[in-house]
Nanobody, 132 residues
Framework: QVRLVESGGGSVPSGGSLTLSCTKS???????MAWFRQVPGKEREAVAA???????KYADSAKGRFTISQDAKKMNLFLNMTSLTPDDSGVYTC???????????????????????????WGQGTQVTVSS
């Protein structure tokens, strides 16, 4: 079973930037990789996803500020976050989907889905705290 290990979390002031990383313990083909965020007392929410062809999908709150990417060997997933606000605080967890259900096939180009229930591999999470 592949393990996903996040790193890069920490505390930053409002307006700051942070880059999260997620490393696979071994090579495992994933149709999609994604970042999710959870705050105590609230449901886990999707932040961004990327499929194996590089198509990306962002939550409205992340558009224009966050960038999801992965390296050429698809062993590392990244989330570059800029213009951070206290609302971005939470535990960020990376997830992978290995069955293909995460890919929305569209005539204009595929898109990864942001539904957490589709993802079957999960990391432990890394804390991000943005101070006002």
């Amino acid at each position: 079973q592949v393990r996903l290990v996040e790193s890069g979390g920490g505390s930053v002031p409002s307006g700051g930037s942070l880059t999260l990383s997620c490393t696979k313990s071994e090579y495992a083909g994933m149709y999609c990789m994604a970042w999710f965020r959870q705050v105590p007392g609230k449901e886990r929410e999707a932040v961004a996803a990327i499929d194996s062809e590089g198509h990306t999908k962002y939550a409205d709150s992340a558009k224009g500020r966050f960038t999801i990417s992965q390296d050429a060997k698809k062993m590392n997933l990244f989330l570059n976050m800029t213009s951070l606000t206290p609302d971005d605080s939470g535990v960020y967890t990376c997830a992978g989907e290995s069955t293909g259900l995460c890919v929305l096939i569209l005539p204009q180009g595929n898109s990864p889905k942001l539904r957490s229930e589709l993802y079957n591999h999960w990391g432990q999470g890394t804390q991000v705290t943005v101070s006002s």
